[in-house]
């Protein structure tokens, strides 16, 4: 860290001063001086960078890890920065990538705000407690939910501020590139397009190496990284898990409420998916050269017209199968895991609308047959099983129980159990119970709903998390189970009873709340009502069961 020339320059501007002024007039002049020794500067792989120190949290925003991908280096994989003379400033978020942009109800902006969108985005952020002080932290990299699609690592939501200092841990968000610019299938001939379909999982890899490269010059230890992730966030652990390029750039897993992960695109469903884009911007055939000359904006318009969301593919070179189906992922059976979800999930959807919460149990059923692809008898069968097991939940209840376990439980258990089988790390799961007071407590513990209390961020998230005497306790326990799972690979830790691994056999489960418990397969007697069915992919439209 190059402080000490700015310091130098302040104490002897202090010496001069203090001989011909006092007061105001001394702290005015030493100003400049006083705001430049708080600066941070760090010597990376690519060349020097100044960040910020506050609050005894050095914080570098918008460090390249890679150039950008616009104009003729569309669809192709990420390249590394070109090296720089002098010092960059670290002080600004990067651009987000391209997308259809999200909601900014308040319920939602904490997690879904962006800045402005560019193909120059291969942007990382890094929070940590000290620099070049030879500590060997662990290094948490945060993975950003929004499906494949949306989303940024600068979300208010993902500051890491507040876990860095708490946690004496270096946090890590990335930017990397979505939707048909990350993961557009161009079976067209053109080698130069053959990793397209997994563009943005590769600029995962390149960030991860970034931080094997770099994390010592920022307090990290570069051989304790852990990947964690929410949502979407989760289906990219989940892919990494899988992914023979990825092995020993992470040591860790934590997968945070998975849906679609099991599984990721199909060469089939992937060229289905690049002819509807083709379709939707009037050009005959799928060509890689020619969506290059495509503006931007126009592409990313274009988005609207594909039902189906754009995933990493089943490539023959960068995946060679599904991540989590048939079974785990070989390559990763001795990554220590961390998994689990949200109680209520479905909320955070069925929540845009109050009429929702009055339903009649022929919309229910409606509902899930449309959703589910089931027939009456099938759905009927189902809701009497939950009737079963929650007899006090009204209609719209026991369709949010039936959504949560069908879109999340049931595909994150799944992959908890298919890692805990391979036998060779251990596998905790966990669900988050603290429920929110807003609207009335009606929306329970909804998607997204620990997030806040990770990263000690619910100040801002106050519009989905509400506000209270549990805000505090609630987030030093979820700080603390998180980053002690990343420095040990266990969660136990004096805020929570003690937690054993999850074994199929018994599903033990961490219920997390202001009264923590750790309880045996909690709902799995209803969620077993859903064998048979298939299990949910990102193909499923949720607007199934959101709408009447």
Same mark, same amino acid.
């Given at each position: 860290?190059?402080?000490?020339?700015?310091?130098?320059?302040?104490?002897?501007?202090?010496?001069?001063?203090?001989?011909?002024?006092?007061?105001?007039?001394?702290? +005015?002049?030493?100003?400049?001086?006083?705001?430049?020794?708080?600066?941070?500067?760090?010597?990376?792989?690519?060349?020097?960078?100044?960040?910020?120190?506050?609050?005894?949290?050095?914080?570098?925003?918008?460090?390249?890890?890679?150039?950008?991908?616009?104009?003729?280096?569309?669809?192709?994989?990420?390249?590394?920065?070109?090296?720089?003379?002098?010092?960059?400033?670290?002080?600004?978020?990067?651009?987000?990538?391209?997308?259809?942009?999200?909601?900014?109800?308040?319920?939602?902006?904490?997690?879904?705000?962006?800045?402005?969108?560019?193909?120059?985005?291969?942007?990382?952020?890094?929070?940590?407690?000290?620099?070049?002080?030879?500590?060997?932290?662990?290094?948490?990299?945060?993975?950003?939910?929004?499906?494949?699609?949306?989303?940024?690592?600068?979300?208010?939501?993902?500051?890491?501020?507040?876990?860095?200092? *708490?946690?004496?841990?270096?946090?890590?968000?990335?930017?990397?590139?979505?939707?048909?610019?990350?993961?557009?299938?161009?079976?067209?001939?053109?080698?130069?397009?053959?990793?397209?379909?997994?563009?943005?999982?590769?600029?995962?890899?390149?960030?991860?190496?970034?931080?094997?490269?770099?994390?010592?010059?920022?307090?990290?230890?570069?051989?304790?990284?852990?990947?964690?992730?929410?949502?979407?966030?989760?289906?990219?652990?989940?892919?990494?898990?899988?992914? =023979?390029?990825?092995?020993?750039?992470?040591?860790?897993?934590?997968?945070?409420?998975?849906?679609?992960?099991?599984?990721?695109?199909?060469?089939?469903?992937?060229?289905?998916?690049?002819? *509807?884009?083709?379709?939707?911007? #009037?050009?005959?055939?799928?060509?890689?050269?020619?969506?290059?000359?495509?503006?931007?904006?126009?592409?990313?318009?274009?988005?609207?017209?594909?039902?189906?969301?754009?995933?990493?593919?089943?490539?023959?070179?960068?995946?060679?199968?599904?991540?989590?189906?048939?079974?785990?992922?070989?390559?990763?059976?001795?990554?220590?895991?961390?998994?689990?979800?949200?109680?209520?999930?479905?909320?955070?959807?069925?929540?845009?609308?109050?009429?929702?919460?009055?339903?009649?149990?022929?919309?229910?059923?409606?509902?899930?047959?449309?959703?589910?692809?089931?027939?009456?008898?099938?759905?009927?069968?189902?809701?009497?099983?939950?009737?079963?097991?929650?007899?006090?939940?009204?209609?719209?209840?026991?369709?949010?129980?039936?959504?949560?376990?069908?879109?999340?439980?049931?595909?994150?258990?799944?992959?908890?159990?298919?890692?805990?089988?391979?036998?060779?790390? =251990?596998?905790?799961?966990?669900?988050?119970?603290?429920?929110?007071?807003?609207? #009335?407590?009606?929306?329970?513990?909804?998607?997204?709903?620990?997030?806040?209390?990770?990263?000690?961020?619910?100040?801002?998230?106050?519009?989905?998390? #509400?506000?209270?005497?549990?805000?505090?306790?609630?987030?030093?326990?979820?700080?603390?189970?998180? +980053?002690?799972?990343?420095?040990?690979?266990?969660?136990?830790?004096?805020?929570?009873?003690?937690?054993?691994?999850?074994?199929?056999?018994?599903?033990?489960?961490?219920?997390?709340?202001?009264?923590?418990?750790?309880?045996?397969? =909690?709902?799995?007697?209803?969620?077993?009502?859903?064998?048979?069915?298939?299990?949910?992919?990102?193909?499923?439209?949720?607007?199934?069961?959101?709408?009447?």
């Amino acid at each position: 860290m190059e402080t000490a020339t700015p310091r130098a320059r302040c104490r002897r501007a202090f010496l001069k001063h203090a001989s011909i002024a006092t007061g105001a007039a001394v702290m +005015a002049s030493l100003m400049p001086c006083i705001v430049r020794a708080a600066d941070t500067v760090v010597e990376t792989s690519n060349g020097k960078v100044r960040g910020t120190f506050d609050e005894a949290v050095h914080v570098f925003k918008g460090l390249r890890y890679g150039d950008t991908t616009g104009g003729e280096y569309r669809f192709m994989p990420p390249r590394p920065p070109q090296k720089w003379a002098g010092i960059q400033d670290a002080t600004q978020w990067g651009a987000s990538c391209p997308q259809v942009a999200e909601t900014q109800d308040p319920f939602y902006a904490w997690y879904t705000t962006i800045q402005p969108t560019s193909e120059d985005c291969l942007f990382l952020n890094v929070f940590t407690p000290g620099v070049n002080d030879n500590k060997r932290r662990p290094v948490m990299v945060w993975l950003h939910g929004g499906s494949w699609s949306s989303c940024a690592g600068t979300a208010p939501g993902f500051d890491g501020t507040n876990l860095a200092r *708490a946690q004496d841990v270096v946090v890590v968000t990335v930017n990397h590139r979505l939707n048909a610019f990350g993961y557009l299938w161009l079976d067209d001939k053109d080698e130069r397009f053959a990793d397209a379909g997994s563009a943005g999982v590769l600029d995962v890899l390149q960030a991860l190496r970034w931080v094997r490269d770099n994390a010592a010059a920022f307090g990290g230890d570069a051989n304790n990284v852990t990947v964690f992730g929410q949502s979407g966030g989760a289906a990219k652990v989940i892919a990494l898990m899988g992914m =023979p390029a990825a092995k020993g750039l992470f040591h860790k897993a934590i997968v945070q409420s998975c849906s679609g992960g099991m599984r990721i695109d199909s060469p089939d469903e992937a060229a289905r998916q690049a002819h *509807a884009l083709a379709a939707a911007l #009037g050009m005959q055939s799928v060509s890689g050269a020619a969506l290059q000359q495509v503006p931007m904006d126009k592409l990313v318009a274009a988005l609207k017209s594909v039902a189906d969301p754009f995933r990493p593919v089943v490539d023959g070179r960068n995946f060679l199968r599904d991540p989590f189906y048939p079974d785990a992922p070989a390559m990763s059976a001795h990554i220590p895991v961390l998994i689990g979800n949200a109680n209520t999930e479905s909320t955070y959807y069925l929540q845009v609308d109050p009429r929702n919460f009055a339903l009649e149990t022929a919309d229910v059923q409606r509902r899930l047959q449309r959703f589910l692809k089931a027939d009456a008898a099938r759905v009927d069968g189902l809701i009497e099983a939950y009737r079963s097991e929650y007899p006090a939940y009204d209609p719209s209840q026991i369709l949010m129980a039936i959504t949560t376990d069908y879109l999340f439980k049931r595909n994150t258990l799944k992959v908890a159990a298919l890692q805990a089988t391979a036998g060779k790390a =251990p596998v905790y799961a966990y669900v988050f119970t603290r429920q929110t007071p807003i609207q #009335g407590g009606r929306i329970h513990s909804p998607h997204t709903g620990e997030v806040p209390f990770i990263f000690g961020t619910a100040k801002a998230a106050e519009a989905q998390v #509400g506000s209270g005497a549990d805000i505090k306790p609630m987030t030093r326990c979820m700080m603390a189970t998180w +980053a002690t799972f990343a420095r040990t690979g266990n969660p136990d830790n004096p805020t929570l009873p003690h937690w054993e691994p999850f074994r199929d056999a018994d599903r033990l489960t961490m219920a997390l709340s202001m009264d923590s418990q750790l309880l045996k397969d =909690p709902g799995g007697a209803a969620r077993e009502a859903l064998e048979g069915l298939p299990y949910y992919e990102y193909s499923i439209s949720r607007a199934a069961f959101v709408k009447g």
